[in-house]
């Protein structure tokens, strides 16, 4: 299959590609138009996807530099986002390193002939010492740490920072064990989980995420099959194409961050409207 060119694959790409290689070949091949609503509650999906984009906006703001104190009235504009904030001040993430704090940070590496990116929430780190990589959940139901560790982005993130890291460290390469994957929860502020790496861990996933990329590239376009999992199309956009008697699924019962991971991967804060101070 020959892809785009320039096609740049990401967590998200490749997360719907194992969810469902139809689902990657409409969204990321076809450019397909989503025909269907995402959940039962379209609107209230949509209210929770500019939330999230409002929180995400809000903590960019924050590690780069502008007081907690200028954004309060834009956090409390909205009760829910109000909320959020609450949390995050009576329980941010701890022991962040303090040198280097970069938000919405993008990094890409070479791999299986393409090129595989990662963006980054916050990146906290320290010539030297730790790197430590958060990404913020604004779910309602808080995914547990055993589908966690299966998603792809608890891979590539620490792997493309090991691979690409390096232009941020003084040209110094980071070590695979002095990287940390932190998901932050704005509804559950106290459930912090931590994914620690190590070289072993990067050499498996060099090896599986290879093959994966060179499985992809692999398929004639008649080779991306859908999913036999039909409860996954419940919340798939495309699932109109492929089934006629798949209803939606209600937004309360979601609890992979799949779809609006890819929605807020896709986004460039610079067009959200910031958070007034």
Partial sequence: MKLPEGF?????????????????????????????????????????????HAFHRLMSQLHSGVPAEALEAGAEADPELAHWWANYQSAPPQALPEALRGTELTLSTALAGCRLEARYDLLAGAPGGRWVIIDWKTNRRRAPRSTLSQRLQTRIYPFVLVEAGATLNSGVPIAAEQVEMLYWFAEFPAQAERFPYDSGAHLADALALDG???????????????????????????????????????????????EGEAALEGLDLETVEPIPF
């Fill in 8 to 52: 740049m694959f990401s967590q998200s790409s490749l997360q719907d590609y194992q969810d469902c290689a139809r689902r990657f070949q409409l969204r990321y091949l076809e450019h397909c138009r989503w025909p269907a609503p995402q959940t039962t509650d379209a609107l209230e999906f949509e209210r929770d996807m500019r939330l999230g």
């Fill in 212 to 258: 994966l990329l060179r499985e992809i590239q692999a398929l004639s376009e008649d080779g991306f099959a859908k999913t036999d999992d039909r409860r996954r199309c419940r919340y798939c956009v495309y699932r109109s194409l492929c089934w006629e008697d798949v209803l939606a699924g209600a937004l309360a019962e979601l609890e992979e961050p799949a």
